[in-house]
């Protein structure tokens, strides 16, 4: 987000910049970070952050959002943009989705907490 050179949205929303004030509401990743963790979108970006309403719950979606934005920023930006050039949409969701259960199953296991019994189900590729 502080690059020299902007990108649009790295999940593939058209009209979409890099920035966090996007990423807060992304609906590529929050729709995947929300099916596999588990809940619906909160009502406003206050619940997003856990400023309101703040729930294990939602902490944990903020924190395995967090993750995989910075991890594909950091390990995978240039696969992603050449997917994005490509319009490979699918791929880009796939991607994330490695991605996010890798970060849900890492937070899972760091902070001691096993994962339901209903994640393995949602991990399938």
């Given amino acids: ?10 999940f593939g929303c058209a009209d979409q910049h890099d920035c966090q004030q996007h990423y ?25 952050l ?18 995989s934005y910075h991890t594909i920023k950091k390990s995978h930006l240039d696969f992603i943009l050449l997917l994005s050039t490509q319009r490979d949409l699918d791929e880009i969701y796939r991607h994330l989705r490695n991605v996010v259960s890798a970060q849900l199953l890492k ?12 994640w393995s189900q949602r991990f399938v590729v």
């Fill in 24 to 48: 807060l509401f992304c609906p590529a990743l929050w729709g995947v970070v929300n099916y596999l963790v588990g809940g619906g979108p909160p009502a406003c970006f206050l619940s997003h």
């Fill in 1 to 10: 987000m502080h690059e020299t050179q902007l990108h649009n949205c790295i």
């Fill in 107 to 118: 937070s899972s296991f760091t902070a001691g907490i096993w994962p339901r019994d209903r």
């Fill in 50 to 67: 856990c400023l309101v309403n703040c729930s294990v719950l939602a902490a944990a979606r903020l924190v395995v959002a967090t993750l």
